[in-house]
């Protein structure tokens, strides 16, 4: 059974930092594209960043970059989003996905809140 637990949320202030988890099970953890989407009150789901498992190839929104990093432990089958210099507009619920394009697979977690007060 697949599961992709993410961790790590919480409330911060602007400018403070975070550093979300997500953890894989399930599947060859080092096959997959592991992404990062967030969805804030009202709007839709947004990609912020992803990560390629087997080569580390990664990629960011423009809304991110510079202040959010993604990496991989392949060993625990966690990816992490260091998130710095975080703004209100980054307030979201932030999902984990993991995607396999050779057979479509396409699995999600159920996401932890991210809030930053002004």
């Known amino acids: 059974e697949v599961h992709l637990v993410e961790s790590g949320g919480g409330l911060v202030q602007a400018g403070g930092s975070l550093r979300l988890s997500c953890t894989a099970s399930?599947?060859?953890?080092?096959?997959?594209?592991i992404g990062w989407f967030r969805q804030a009150p009202g709007k839709e789901r947004e990609g912020v960043s992803c990560?390629?498992?087997?080569?580390?190839?990664?990629n960011y929104a423009d809304s991110v970059k510079g202040r959010f990093t993604i990496s991989s432990d392949n060993a625990k089958n966690t990816v992490y989003l260091q998130m710095n210099n975080l703004n209100p507009e980054d307030t979201a619920v932030y999902y984990c996905?993991?995607?396999?394009?050779?057979?479509?697979?396409?699995?999600w977690g159920k996401g932890t809140l991210v809030t930053v007060s002004s």
């Open positions: 996905n993991a995607y396999y394009s050779p057979s479509n697979n396409d699995y």
């Open positions: 399930g599947f060859t953890f080092d096959d997959y594209t």
């Open positions: 990560i390629e498992v087997l080569d580390g190839s990664t």
